[in-house]
């Protein structure tokens, strides 16, 4: 079974001053704090909202 492909995010700033739809984004991903990672599976919806904060997390592939 082959293992599935996996990103680490990591929030390196402060959501506070950031729009609506991108404090949403780092919920959806799971992020709860700063400097909090968590690993999610690789998908292009995951991408998305990746690409769509990515001024505020820090992206390693896993």
Do not use: W
């Not at 991108?22 to 959806?28: I, K």
């Not at 919806?45 to 820090?58: D, F, T």
């Amino acid at each position: 079974m082959a293992k599935k492909d996996t990103i680490k995010v990591t929030l390196v700033r402060s959501p506070i001053s950031a729009q609506p739809s991108h404090r949403e984004c780092v919920r959806g991903l799971g992020l709860k704090r700063m400097h909090h990672t968590v690993e999610l599976e690789d998908t292009p919806s995951v991408r998305g909202m990746v690409n769509k904060i990515n001024y505020m997390v820090r992206v390693e592939e896993g």
